[in-house]
């Protein structure tokens, strides 16, 4: 995320949740802005990327060799031998298990990350190899050779599917789009091209540059085209019209590679005038200049979730970057993996959050401090929260338990089993006596906090439940499952009074408003809609989210609604006419 968010904010938490291997230390020195890893090599690189979990650097050389190497520690993880020329490209496949990589040597050859063992050796171009690049799904492989041609290859078998050819001098850079279905090419010929995989037909031809192309990459999205070039340029390009959107100039030597990041609001250059460049998409602005390399910058890529670009030199450096330009107020660091949920103390002194490292961590929340460190649970805890006097802790793990925590002194109170597969939500009640949790084994539970002892089991979701929460009264409790459905419950019998049908997906969050009347829900179908909770008649359907909903609450005066999403975005409406208020942006995950 490139948003100036401060480092202590609930918005650049979100950040590490999603994204918790490489380092996020940083500090801003004057103007430089100082890289977060430089990895020395004997050989210059030539290109350089990232595996799409951000875990290891892959790094093809001009000594013929590939390595890979540890992200967050720098060290070399595999060197992977046999080509017999320079590696000109190097990429991981999507889900990290394959390295593809393009030599001088004529050859493609596609590796086993992990083991290093090469898997196959794509033999055809009578040119060395400039550019190769995976599908996403991963079923495909296309290079780019000196010898004009951009070949499509099978990447299980290795077998040839397509020749495309159309270019009059060597191609330098090739791409895929997202959705597999578009491939565009550079070359030294002035021209972008972009083509079909499938019928390898040519679609369009962007011209514009006034010399050759370095580099070339489809936005996110597929809407765009960016293209780096010798005539010291960078170019936005829309793909459908092959319009000219954008002329980025401020490199001052050869701009060798250009890449987007993965909400497609942002470019980033390497050049030959030992500068990475950080770009707007939408206003064409330059919005950094990381200097630190000593000789040309060859290749850069983006880290998935936007934070960092690593970048790779002639002066034979790998270097990693952190791309948030403010001084940091507070980062809360201690979880040595996902931070699956957070919530604030009632009062806001203290944050509680649950990770996947098993753990549980409280901290001051003006200083960032570690304040308490929970352990007990012995698989990733799910969920979180503070009871409203701020006393105590519930956590839910999918060890399968549910635990109560002191939460001054960090003890364990309760351990409450019972569930036979991963809690996956809890929440008090809010005068601090019950405690509801919800599980994948299909049931919804309610536990008196003192002794303990489980007082209903709720049954009636036909598969897991993601979400639960207590209405303000005390009275109703609400659940949403992988079903389809909300269910409302009486909390003190168990009696299901309402089921709540209208999801065309699971349901992954729910919510009561504060006068315990209506009822929010976000789900898979990409909506949010509220509910009247005495009667289940449907009030809202919000529509606007391109992507599943995860989690959904009201305000404190119930007159709006807040709703995150995986398409990034926040977004804010009004409860009583569903109108959309605000777009919050700036998330990359």
């Not at 299980?156 to 491939?183: K, P, R, W």
């Not at 519930?394 to 351990?415: C, F, H, I, M, Y």
């Not at 309610?446 to 009264?473: C, R």
């Not at 006419?577 to 919050?584: H, N, S, V």
Request: charged share 15%.
């Amino acid at each position: 995320m490139l948003a100036k968010w401060p480092k202590h904010s609930f918005i650049f938490q979100t950040w590490i949740k999603h994204f918790p291997f490489i380092p996020s230390l940083t500090y801003v020195k004057g103007n430089v802005t100082v890289p977060l890893m430089v990895i020395k090599t004997r050989d210059p690189i030539i290109s350089v990327a990232l595996s799409h979990d951000g875990t290891r650097i892959v790094s093809g050389s001009h000594n013929n060799s590939i390595q890979v190497w540890d992200a967050s520690t720098g060290a070399e993880l595999q060197k992977l031998n046999g080509h017999t020329q320079g590696v000109k490209s190097v990429v991981f496949s999507h889900d990290g298990t394959q390295i593809v990589s393009g030599s001088n040597d004529n050859s493609v050859r596609v590796w086993d990350a992990s083991t290093g063992v090469e898997l196959q050796q794509l033999n055809g171009h009578t040119l060395g190899i400039s550019s190769v690049a995976f599908s996403h799904d991963g079923t495909h492989i296309i290079s780019g050779s000196y010898d004009e041609s951009l070949w499509v290859w099978d990447a299980s078998t290795g077998a040839e599917l397509q020749q495309l050819n159309g270019h009059t001098q060597g191609v330098s850079s090739v791409a895929f789009s997202y959705d597999s279905t578009y491939i565009v090419s550079g070359s030294y010929d002035k021209s972008i091209r972009v083509w079909d995989v499938l019928t390898g037909a040519e679609l369009q031809q962007l011209n514009g540059h006034t010399l050759g192309i370095s580099s070339v990459a489809f936005s996110y999205d597929g809407t765009c085209i960016v293209s780096g070039s010798y005539d010291k340029s960078v170019r936005v390009w829309d793909v459908s019209t092959g319009a000219e959107l954008q002329q980025l100039n401020g490199h001052s030597d050869w701009v060798n590679s250009v890449a987007f990041s993965y909400d497609s609001m942002y470019i980033v250059s390497g050049s030959s005038d030992n500068s990475v460049r950080l770009w707007d998409v939408s206003t064409g602005a330059e919005l950094q200049q990381l200097n630190g390399h000593t000789w040309g910058v060859t290749s850069v890529a983006f880290s998935h979730d936007g934070t960092h670009i690593v970048s790779g030199s002639y002066d034979k450096s790998v270097w990693m970057w952190d791309v948030s330009t403010d001084i940091e107020l507070q980062q809360l660091n201690g979880h040595s993996h996902w931070v699956n949920s957070v919530a604030f103390s009632h009062n806001g002194a203290h944050i509680v959050s649950g990770s996947y490292d098993n753990s549980l961590r409280v901290w001051n929340a003006s200083t960032g401090t570690e304040v308490q460190q929970l352990n007990g649970h012995i698989q990733g805890v799910n969920s979180v929260a503070f009871s409203h006097d701020g006393t105590h802790i519930v956590s839910g793990s999918d060890d399968n338990s549910v635990r109560v925590w002191d939460a001054s002194t960090g003890v364990e109170l309760q351990q409450l089993n019972g569930h036979s597969h991963y809690v996956k939500s809890v929440a008090f009640s809010y005068d601090g006596t019950y405690i509801v949790s919800g599980s994948y084994d299909k049931s919804v539970r309610v536990w008196d906090v003192s002794t303990g002892a489980e007082l209903q089991q709720l049954d009636g979701h036909t598969q897991g439940v993601n979400s639960v929460a207590f209405s303000y009264n005390g009275i109703h409790i609400v659940s949403g499952s992988y079903d389809n459905s909300v269910q409302v419950w009486d909390a003190s019998t168990g009696t299901k009074l309402q089921q709540l049908n209208g999801h065309t997906y699971g349901v992954c969050s729910v919510a009561f408003s504060r006068d315990s009347t209506c009822i929010v829900s976000g789900s898979y179908d990409k909506s949010v809609r509220v509910w009247d909770a005495s009667t289940g008649a449907e009030l809202q359907q919000l529509n606007g989210h391109t992507q599943r909903v995860n989690s959904v609450a009201f305000s404190y005066d119930d007159t709006y609604i807040v709703s995150g999403s995986d398409d990034k975005s926040v977004r804010v409406w009004n409860t009583s006419t569903g109108a959309e208020l605000q777009q919050l942006n700036g998330h990359s995950n």
